[in-house]
């Protein structure tokens, strides 16, 4: 089980995750071939000074949905390799078995 601040923080960072819409405002004057040098340093610095840093995409990392375990994280299932097989045991995921021959 993750600590506690690992879980608020990992919430808290998909939540400004959620609004990009001025980043990705930015990011088009940035890669826009006709903007001027000054648009694009003025884009920069919204970027840098006036976003917050959890408000980044690669800042929010995936993590297990039951144990928020931040390693071993099958996307598929959008559990861990721990979870996973206990819910594989139980027959909690429809379609998946254990490998026998
Ligand atoms: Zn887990």
């Known amino acids: 089980m993750a600590k506690k601040s690992m ?5 808290r960072r998909e939540k400004l995750s ?3 819409t001025l980043r990705l405002a930015c990011k088009k004057i940035i890669a826009d071939k006709n903007s001027t040098h000054e648009e694009r340093m003025d884009a920069m610095r919204v970027i840098r000074k006036k976003l917050p840093r959890d408000n980044s995409r690669t800042r929010c990392s995936s993590r297990c949905s ?12 959008k559990l861990c390799r721990i979870c ?3 819910a594989a ?3 909690f995921i429809p379609g998946v078995s254990k490998a026998s021959w």
């Open 18 to 20: 959620k609004d990009i």
């Open 89 to 91: 045991e139980w027959g």
């Open 66 to 77: 039951s144990c928020h375990r931040p390693r071993g994280f099958l996307s598929r299932y």
């Open 84 to 86: 996973f097989r206990k």
């Open 7 to 11: 879980i608020a923080r990992q919430r």
